[in-house]
């Protein structure tokens, strides 16, 4: 049976109809990502699943009994909750059996009844097979997994920032250990160690996934089925991001070659049927009639539609000064914690270089310290002669953006009105497109806008920070086009592994404690490096071999006297331990005095493995003294 299932779902928006039609099931187990241009209907089909939206028409079920967990927006908590607060929060139903249970321990402390007996066991097994016996265990290994810090917990929520709220509700989610995880964008406001953590993680789940994603390398973590929504439509991939990527490929040129196919057999039919009229015939004439009942009968596949590639290159390819960037020495703090210290690096001409870290680390601030943007507590940045660097912002923002985008160009870049219209179609504004004001367009949309600005600009360095933050997948295809024919030098901040992975030909890694890493070499090298200094960490700090002991004064005499002392003491507690399971099976229908034998044993089992481990030790020291 079906985890969730649509059937024939329909969706409008006044007289535009988003959804068309949806049809799908997710059976227990699945891993399945929404992928597709923004405004496709992935938000309003999650809306729909959530039951925070309506539908026209249709079916959505979710089978019963199955808990889901949503994150999609933040909930409301109680004033003054903390960190920790929130997440125990997660474990209402353990907490509601552990409830119950004390309520029949006390229960059993004045009612001597065999049944309430079996009854606390199955709710104890119950507790146990939910985890009950390891919550600190696993919000410590969540908490360590998404970066949320022992100082974190202690805080309350309500003075996170955004991206710290998103994490804790995500890590709060998990923890909850539900059926059903539904996830829209899960891997925003999270580091590259925490995304590998989360795909980890949910590649183990052993529950049903449903994710909207743009993060392709997240999506080939952790799914296993692609459902992609484009202008309302449903199309199925049975695979990873990878599998969807190519296979999209391979669809689309069958869907041209079927359609130009058709267009060929249109063509021919109507060509032989004019010829069979300009025969004259009566014969040729009915044969021509029955043709051409033939060709208005014929259906013509519309052409797919597919995105426009960029076919340009931009930056300075005259640019050759060799040293482009020399930072000397960077110190900066807030708030008395130093976020850089004494960053020092060096950057050529045509280096592909990206700027890692954790949150807090310091990333935008040394970007901003480079343009002259923000101001260094000490050090230096000296630029190369005739750099002329150009900035994408992860927020980007037009000067007036109650501007259409043809003024736009005009007043910020000096242009004739035709010129802009040019460009802007180059970039993938056309028709109406270029008549929006600045104000309306996405994220993705002013980003582009203002690669149109940049991209006629003598540039010969770009720093991005954060190019591909919440872009869809085909704008983030389109950006790193748009990089890939950049001839200059490349500074740029990014979470996204994929972009990472791309571009970089070299890693400046900024830690926690305001250090940093210096590193040649693409991300996947990097990753090969950091796992060897780690273990060669491991291997340095492991135990060393504990030197042979010296032998005991006075010979063995000693060591077997108190060998044969623990044998006996070990002797004495067996026979205690199994003249109190003898008891326990006689008060088997009293649970006052089975709780108070139980008690008993646990001590003397206790004392048991003391001196076994002790007998362990003396008798490995008197084997050493004999040899």
Known sequence: MADISIQGLNQFFGENQILHDITFDIFPGEKVAIVGPNGAGKTTLFRVLTGELPYESGTVSIAKDRTVGVIDQIPVYEPGATVEDILRSAFHRIDALRDRMREMERRMEINDDSILLKQYGALQAEFESMGGYALDFEVDKVCNGLEISREMRAQTFDVLSGGEKTRVNLARIILEDTDILLLDEPTNHLDLDAVEWLGNFLNDYKGTVVTISHDRYFLDQCCDRIIELMEGHADFYA?????????????????????????EELKRLEEKSRWMHQWGTEKMHKRAFSLDKRIARMTIADRPKREKKLSMMFGDPNYETQEVLKVRGICKSFDGREILHDVTFNVKNGEKVAILGDNGTGKTTLLNIILGIEPADAGTIKKGDGLKPAYLPQVVRFEDE?????????????????????????????????????????????????????????????????????????SREWIEEAVESFTGTLLFVSHDRYFVSRFASRIIVLMEDGTWVDFTGNYEQYLAFRAQKAAELAAHTAPKPKKEKPRPKGGTKNLEKKIAKLEREIADCEEQSAALDDQMMQAGSDPGKLIELSSQKDEIEARLMELMEEWETCSSQLEEAQG
């Open 402 to 474: 109650s501007r259409n985008l043809i003024d736009t160009l005009i007043y910020e870049k000096n242009l004739t009105p035709q010129t802009a219209r040019n460009r802007l179609g180059r970039f993938q504004f056309s028709g109406e497109d270029q008549l929006k004001t600045v104000a309306k367009l996405s994220g993705g949309e002013k980003s582009r806008l203002r690669l149109c600005e940049l991209m006629y600009d003598k540039l010969n360095m770009l720093v991005l920070d954060e190019p591909t933050n919440h872009l869809d997948i085909l």
């Open 239 to 263: 695979g990873s991001y990878s599998y969807y990527a190519e296979e999209r490929q391979l669809r689309y040129a069958r869907r041209l070659a079927e359609h130009e196919n058709q267009l």
